[in-house]
């Protein structure tokens, strides 16, 4: 079965400008969570999507959403970059939101100029 | 925040057992323990997790102690690819929120 994947790999913007990132889950996993990992915070949970709804959401400013479409594949979008914006964005896949384990994609790597 | 605390950093002998402590004292009756592993910034990758029985995979057997306070997650014959930045994370039954905290960056040496 193929895991969770992610496009794109990397991505290079610059400040004030959007971005929008990819994620299809593992077949037949329906709940999509988003997370970003920088040095400095380390991994930080953003929000979590479960039949095209948002579940939770975690401590990002409205700057940050993300989207499930009805095969459950997610996007997740950040407007007016700014620097601090640059980190490895991960997403995780499960079957649903209960005590299903979560299994991460590769991440899509941002670098904001 | 994270509600686990990890060591570090650890270091290994090749072919030797791995053996990474965590606490988690404030841990709910409904909270699991979950362990994973992220290599060079790739994806964290699922290791195992358990409730309050010990529990085992072919990666690896996590220990729980009875009070549940504390966990030891055991890679039985360490090899150098199991170099990794190890979490240790407290997951409630019902919740994708995964707070991870700093981890514990494993070496394994020859």
């Known amino acids: 079965k193929a895991g969770v994947t992610q496009t794109p790999r990397y991505l290079i913007k610059t400040r004030g400008q959007q971005v929008t990132l990819s994620c299809s889950p593992i077949?037949?996993?329906?709940?999509v969570s988003w997370y970003q990992q920088t040095p400095g915070q380390g991994l930080q949970f953003l929000f979590e999507y479960f039949s095209e709804t948002q579940r939770n959401k975690g401590n990002f400013p409205g700057r940050f959403s993300g989207r499930q479409f009805s095969n459950s594949r997610s996007e997740m979008n950040v407007s007016t970059l700014e620097l601090g914006d640059s980190a490895l964005y991960l997403c995780?896949?499960?079957?649903?939101?209960?005590?299903?384990?979560?299994?991460f994609g590769p991440g899509t790597r941002l670098t904001v100029l | 925040d994270a509600k686990t605390t990890q060591p570090p950093s650890m270091d290994c002998a090749e072919g030797r057992a791995a053996n990474l402590p965590c606490n988690h004292s404030t841990i709910s009756g409904n909270e699991y323990v979950y362990w994973y592993r992220q290599i060079h910034s790739q994806g964290p990758q699922y290791i195992i997790h358990?409730?309050?029985n010990n529990e085992t995979n072919e990666m690896a057997s996590l220990i729980i102690t009875e009070d549940r306070k504390s966990s030891t997650l055991i890679l039985p014959h360490a090899t150098l690819r199991d170099t990794a930045v190890y979490y240790c994370i407290v997951r409630a039954y019902n919740n994708n929120d995964m707070r991870f905290g700093a981890g514990t960056r494993l070496t394994v040496k020859p």
């Open positions: 358990g409730l309050k």
């Open positions: 077949s037949g996993h329906r709940s």
């Open positions: 995780a896949s499960s079957l649903r939101f209960s005590t299903d384990t979560q299994y």
